[in-house]
């Protein structure tokens, strides 16, 4: 089946440390974005990509990092400089940017020991 | 920026009742999206609306784009208790760079 794969469901992220979520899809899109969601707000777009080797700042993008080395694969790295980083994050792919639905996976749920 | 006004924020009826959930937006939109998530998931596209005055049904769910390109409603008739998640309205912008707005969801809870 055709889809969004991210991984882990859940994770913890010490002090002064960096991790990253991984997001993979099969379904030939081109491009691919991440979104952070806190409880009771809609979703805030952090990264979008159009292509491979290719990425946009969203509207929240101070304390992350990504890549687009391969068409399938959309890592998301929280680094140490994004002080509140407990949120659900959820990656998503669509044919290309632009009047197109986007696809969502099951989210990362992140949090902070 | 362009922002989505998403109404109401929560509800709670009784299996069987028809819902109605909408969005306004200060801006026209070029298309109209509704989602649907359940706790722990990602959200799921329910219908996708691209013209004007567009019409469209998923089963008991029927949206509608606004003529003026700035609202959308969502209805569920005949509610049933898998109904239950929060419903996210969200549409791309005349900017077309292809970012998603998104409304701040409405929470459903069906009684049976």
Known sequence: DGGITQSPKYLFRKEGQNVTLSCEQNLNHDAMYWYRQDPGQGLRLIYYSQIVNDFQKGDIAEGYSVSREKKESFPLTVTSAQKNPTAFYLCASSIIVGNQPQHFGDGTRLSIL | ?112
């Open chain 2, 1 to 112: 920026g362009q922002q989505l006004n998403q109404s109401p924020q929560s509800m709670f009826i009784q299996e069987g009742e028809d819902v109605s959930m909408n969005c306004t937006s200060s801006s026209i939109f070029n298309t109209w999206l509704w989602y649907k998530q359940e706790p722990g998931e990602g959200p799921v596209l329910l219908i996708a609306l691209y013209k004007a005055g567009e019409l469209t049904s998923n089963g008991r769910l029927t949206a509608q784009f606004g003529i003026t390109r700035k609202d959308s409603f969502l209805n569920i008739s005949a509610s049933i208790p898998s109904d239950v998640g929060i419903y996210f309205c969200a549409g791309h912008g005349s900017s077309n760079t292809g970012k998603l707005i998104f409304g701040q969801g409405t929470t459903l809870q069906v009684k049976p």
